[in-house]
């Protein structure tokens, strides 16, 4: 799956959505509706996965589309950041997962570091906002934006999850095998820049 096409097929498809949403008649719904089924196809097509799938996956939001919004939670100790074995891929991602209805972004990082490290947190700090395009992460057919947020340990000890495999804490030059769908190298080392620096500014895309 190439990024450009990838791109095109995701753009396609936010068009479409678009105009169903705001369509004023019948034959506008009907080209809209059109636009969408290829933009399905083109995504069937570039990763090899039933049409049925993608609709779901893809194309099966109403209303304007946004981007969706995946949460993160930086933990430190002892210069070292904590880290979950994702039991989806077998590699390590911080702690998180996509936003959820209902949930503040404080509200989310906090659930996701209990549920997939076993620790209660507090947010103390918004680190990044990116978008996932402008990052060696695999292709995704979700336009994504990643917020980082710094969370000090309240209490607890880190225990795997329901979704995990393992919970530790890393140094900077020990990091394991990275889910890159969830976070590179170069986004985990800027998080140690940081740890180094707490005044940083504030990094986004």
């Not at 090899?48 to 100790?77: H, N, S």
């Not at 969370?151 to 999850?161: D, L, N, S, Y």
């Not at 986004?187 to 005044?199: A, G, N, R, S």
Request: charged content about 30%; proline content about 4%; glycine content about 6%.
């Amino acid at each position: 799956m190439t990024n450009k096409w990838l791109a095109y097929a995701q753009r396609i498809q936010a068009i479409a959505q678009a105009g169903l949403t705001y369509a004023q008649n019948d034959y506008d719904v009907e080209r809209y509706q059109e636009l969408r089924d290829m933009s399905v196809a083109m995504m069937a097509d570039l990763s090899g996965e039933p049409v049925a799938l993608i609709e779901k996956l893809f194309a099966g939001e109403t209303g304007y589309q946004t981007p969706k919004v995946d949460i993160r939670g930086v933990v430190f100790k002892d210069n070292q950041i904590l880290m979950v074995r994702e039991k989806i891929d077998g590699c390590w991602s911080l702690p998180g997962g996509w936003a959820d209805i209902g949930y503040s972004a404080k509200e989310v990082v906090v659930k996701e570091v209990r549920e997939e490290a076993g620790i209660e947190v507090k947010p103390v700090r918004l680190l990044a906002v990116w978008d996932k395009k402008h990052h060696p992460h695999p292709a995704s057919p979700y336009y994504t934006y990643k917020l980082f947020i710094r969370c000090e340990i309240v209490r607890g000890e880190i225990a795997k999850g329901m979704e995990t495999l393992d919970v530790r804490f890393f140094g900077r030059d020990e990091l394991p095998q990275l889910s890159v769908e969830r976070n590179t190298h170069s986004q985990i080392q800027t998080m140690f820049e940081f740890l180094d620096k707490p005044e940083k500014e504030v990094l986004f895309d």
